[in-house]
């Protein structure tokens, strides 16, 4: 038997209260007052998660740490990079709140108050959110819709802002910036982490976010700001580009219209709005660095941080090893078989029938020791899974599958693989990609996901060739593994237990496509 429903949840542009956010925390509907408090203030997901916490321990954001006196004098004094660099001091702010702020304060606001924050480094490990459109869904989670000013859109969390056209665009103009050149003592380079911020696409694509970066001198971020009316998310078209880079000593520099591109089909053009710049304010912040620090404490502060983003990096890595090997020991005996299907017949009852609704056709079929799923879309945005009512729901289990892309996908974005823990609206993802990547998505509520998109030497990249995908799961700790090597842990206190099965999605019209599943395998203890 297997069990699937559809559900569309639409969500309009209705005011949101204080009051609303504290009477859902008041029942126990955390992720719903995310959602609202996103809603609202129209932040990211971070920082709303953070901000609800506060709340539900009883805290109050408060703004005590800003000297708001010497933010408005600055603005006043038409000095808005320097008020933008000292609030992101004070409070620890990534460059686009900071921005935000001061914009706000220009404009004759009220000034948000910021969130009680650690202080950090100008580069960080971020995360990301984005949007896209047209996500359909069929047999077991359908994605929710949201409808915003007429535009159809998904949010969800984390999609790899890299793929965009405008990356390349602000990467190659901030690489072909003399100032930039300067300000870093060299050519830069992406840095390492994550790109973090957003695209929309729904009849054109706007974008915003921050790229890392990095050159001799130390390390930065590009902030993104680009809209586009004629090019896709992956295209790189013209995009009408806003970017500012900060260096590794907090000065921001404008890349406009003059920064050149290597690429002949991408036009640089800054036409969005943003505060005017001064033009005398790189050569300032050049000559104040000059003045205040000598050539030799530089290089050593270039060293000090150097080893420490690798110190971080080789700690977050044992960290890692350490959670895989204790579910690996945990999970050792476990011996409780909850499925497992050959497909040699069709026992548990997997969906056969052909699926079409105009915009995908879909023909499952069990057949020569495979579940083959022939997919024909006519659009992209589909995703779809497929939970086996003979499974279970579990919180601890070890679920396995070879997963082949048979033929076929050239031209989208096809990942499959597993679902796990799926119940309503919430679950978890563990795929490949046809471009060779592995993906980890976590969906909550309505339209809140958490997405990775890695690389790994262990897929097989041979055309046509068979991966034994795996997911541990104990507790809110998830280890996955492809063809039995550990290639991502995860920590995920929001997914409770739920069913297990089959997933494929496409991000965006492209080819048919052949999936096949084989020796599906759960168990737990």
């Keep these: 038997m297997v069990t699937f429903a559809q559900n569309v949840v639409s969500m309009g542009s209705a005011s949101v209260s204080m009051e609303q956010i504290q009477a859902e925390l008041a029942e126990g509907h955390k992720i719903e007052a995310i959602k609202l408090y996103r809603q609202m203030t129209g932040q990211g997901l971070k920082e709303a998660k953070d901000a609800v916490e506060r709340m539900e321990a009883g805290e109050v954001a408060g703004g005590d740490e800003v000297n708001w006196s010497e933010i408005r004098n600055l603005i006043a004094a038409d000095q808005e990079l320097e008020a933008i660099k000292r609030y992101r001091e004070m409070t620890g702010a990534d460059l686009k709140e900071a921005k935000d702020v001061v914009d706000a304060l220009a404009a004759g606001k009220a000034a948000p108050r910021p969130a009680k924050r650690a202080p950090q480094p100008v580069f960080q490990k971020p995360r990301q959110t984005a949007t896209r459109p047209n996500r359909v869904g069929w047999l077991g989670c359908l994605l929710p819709l949201l409808f915003s000013g007429g535009i159809l859109g998904v949010i969800f969390w984390g999609w790899p ?11 190659e103009a901030a690489q072909n910036d003399a100032r930039v050149t300067q300000a870093f003592g060299g050519r830069v380079e992406r840095g390492l982490g994550f790109v973090t911020g957003e695209i929309s696409c729904g009849g054109g694509c706007s974008a915003n976010y921050t790229i890392p970066i990095q050159g ?4 930065g971020e590009i902030w993104v700001r680009s809209d586009s009316t004629n090019a896709g998310l992956f295209d790189e078209g013209i995009w009408r580009l806003d970017a500012r880079v900060t260096a590794p000593d907090g000065e921001v520099i404008a890349l406009g219209p003059t920064s050149s591109t290597s690429n002949p089909n991408v036009t640089v053009i800054s036409t969005l709005s943003a505060p005017e710049i001064d033009a005398t304010a790189g050569a300032k912040a050049r000559a104040t660095r000059e003045a205040e620090a000598t050539v030799t404490a530089q290089a050593a502060q270039r060293t000090a941080t150097a ?19 204790v579910l690996l020991n945990a999970q050792a005996n476990w011996q409780t078989q909850l499925i497992s299907d050959t497909f040699n017949s069709n026992a548990n009852g997997w969906p056969t029938q052909r699926f079409d609704d105009g915009s995908l056709v879909l023909i499952p079929t069990v057949e020569d020791g495979l579940y083959r799923w022939d997919i024909r879309p006519a659009s992209g945005g589909h995703y779809w899974n497929i939970l086996p009512g003979a499974v279970p729901a579990a919180t601890d289990f070890v679920a396995s599958v070879d997963v082949r892309l048979a033929s076929g996908g050239e031209g989208g974005v096809y990942v499959y693989g597993l679902a796990f823990r799926a119940e309503g609206q919430d679950y978890g993802f563990f795929g490949l990609t046809n471009t060779g990547n592995f993906r980890v998505l976590g969906v909550y509520g309505s339209a809140i996901y958490q997405f990775y998109d890695f690389k790994s030497k262990a897929i097989n990249q041979t055309p046509g060739a068979v991966n034994r995908l795996t ?31 089959l997933g494929a999605d496409i991000g965006r019209e492209g080819a048919d496509a052949v999936i096949e599943f084989d020796n599906f395998e759960v168990t737990g203890p």
């Design 216 to 219: 001799p001198r130390g390390v």
């Design 161 to 171: 802002l890299s793929t965009s056209g405008s990356f390349n665009q602000a990467l």
């Design 307 to 325: 080893e420490a983003e690798v110190g971080v990096q080789r700690t977050a890595t044992a960290q890692a090893q350490a959670t895989a090997q």
């Design 471 to 501: 997911v541990r799961a104990l507790g809110d700790n998830f280890a996955f593994e492809i063809n039995g090597q550990t290639v991502f842990v995860w920590h995920q206190p929001d997914l409770n237990d739920g069913r297990i099965g």
